[in-house]
């Protein structure tokens, strides 16, 4: 994401200009990839999307291979083959003309959130929205997802405590430097707390952790009051990180573009008498 400022002159009257600063958005605008949860699809995500592209960004929604239209796979697809889903879809939105790659969020939903987490170590990812992310061992990469709740140590490990270079998805976290959103469900079923907490912990780079707790929500945010607050709290988080970050690097051009202009020789300079000293 960047600002262009530029210098030009505006005509008034024929032969008679004012000088005139102009700071305007590149192009290039911010994007948005959205990973949906554990047998959900992008239908749960588009409305989400369309909110935040009103902020002006590209958003991308997508189904991961064994679900919805893929569903008839659903008992062979593997977390590395939906890892390879998510990084072909980051890839492809990167590469657009008219997105800014220095510039993307992604969204991921309890096991898209897993996943997101995992991409944050693979691609660059300025910002990381996690709701209710699952946790995995990692053991077992090939293994069919669905055969994953079958391990007999996955309740266990999910009640425990697991630092951050114990498990590969907060492993990731703890090397980014973005800024991170953590969302809690107070009545989650399937995630318990210390899950959330473990990924709490694993962010000491960031730039910024956001936690937010939408206390009557279940797992799957399944009531319309939770969808709502979880839909404010991230189109809140992300209108403040898109125009934050816009505001703050219009402060720099600005103040680069004075510092360059107290250097600048002032008309009259070098022996001359300028018009105010006869005003």
Not at 244 to 272: F, N
Request: glycine fraction near 8%.
């Amino acid at each position: 994401m960047d600002i262009e400022l530029g210098r030009l002159g505006i005509e008034v009257v024929p032969g008679e200009s004012v000088e005139a600063t102009l700071l305007a958005p590149q192009r290039a605008l911010p994007a948005v990839l959205f990973v949906h949860g554990w047998g959900g699809s992008q239908t749960q995500d588009l409305s989400r999307a369309r909110e935040v592209a009103a902020l002006g960004c590209v958003c991308l929604t997508f189904d991961l291979r064994g679900h919805r239209a893929d569903s008839g796979n659903r008992d062979s697809v593997s977390r590395a083959q939906n890892l390879d889903d998510l990084r072909a879809c980051y890839d492809w939105l990167a590469a657009r003309p008219d997105v800014d790659a220095e510039s993307i969020a992604v969204v991921g939903v309890s096991y898209g959130g897993y996943l997101a987490a995992i991409l944050s170590a693979l691609r660059p990812v300025r910002w990381l929205a996690l709701r209710t992310p699952a946790l995995y061992l990692d053991r077992d990469w090939e293994l069919p997802k669905r055969r994953l709740h079958d391990d007999p140590e996955l309740k266990r490990y999910r009640h425990s405590p697991v630092p951050a270079e114990a498990n590969r998805a907060l492993r990731a976290c703890r090397q980014f430097e973005g800024d991170a959103l953590l969302v809690e469900a107070g009545r989650d079923e399937i995630i318990p707390r210390q899950v959330i907490d473990n990924y709490a912990a694993a962010f000491p780079k960031a730039r910024s952790m956001t936690r937010r707790l939408v206390a009557e929500a279940g797992h799957g945010f399944d009531d319309k009051p939770s969808q709502r607050q979880y839909s404010d709290l991230l189109l809140s988080w992300m209108t403040e990180m898109i125009l934050g970050s816009r505001g703050a690097i219009a402060a720099d051009k600005v103040r680069a573009y004075k510092q360059q202009q107290r250097t600048r020789p002032a008309p009259g300079e070098g022996g001359h008498a300028g018009d105010e000293a006869s005003a």
